[in-house]
Nanobody
Framework: EVQVLESGGGLVQAGGSLRLSCLASGFGFDDVAIGWFRQAPGKEREGVSCVSTKDNTTYYHNSVKGRFTISIDNAKNTIYLQMNGLKPEDTAVYYC??????????????????????WGKGTLVTVSS
């Protein structure tokens, strides 16, 4: 059974930090596109940061470059999103998503957060001003 499970959301003041975790199971982890998306109230979902577990290439949305860092622990089938310098506009539900067949649909190396097959239920990040 495939599972994608996020954790680590919460309430933080502007300028603060949070680290999100995502445990993915039920499929091989060595050649997967996996990453973080977010959806704020009244806005469309957007790709925040994604990574290829095969070659560690990463993508970051322009709005988070220099503040967020995505990382992989292959031994634990887990990715992390370290979020520093949080802003009120980062407030959203953050979803982890993964796709072991991503590179059948998209060319390598990873250059964006494209459509993903498996999704978590999301974790809420609230940044107060």
């Amino acid at each position: 059974e495939v599972q994608v499970l996020e954790s680590g959301g919460g309430l933080v003041q502007a300028g603060g930090s949070l680290r999100l975790s995502c445990l993915a199971s039920g499929f091989g982890f060595d050649d997967v596109a996996i990453g973080w998306f977010r959806q704020a109230p009244g806005k469309e979902r957007e790709g925040v940061s994604c990574v290829s577990t095969k070659d560690n290439t990463t993508y970051y949305h322009n709005s988070v470059k220099g503040r967020f860092t995505i990382s992989i622990d292959n031994a634990k089938n887990t990715i992390y999103l370290q979020m520093n310098g949080l802003k009120p506009e980062d407030t959203a539900v953050y979803y982890c998503a993964a796709d072991p067949l991503y590179f059948y649909d998209y060319e390598a190396p990873l250059s964006a957060c494209g459509e993903m097959q498996y999704w978590g239920k999301g974790t809420l990040v609230t940044v107060s001003s």
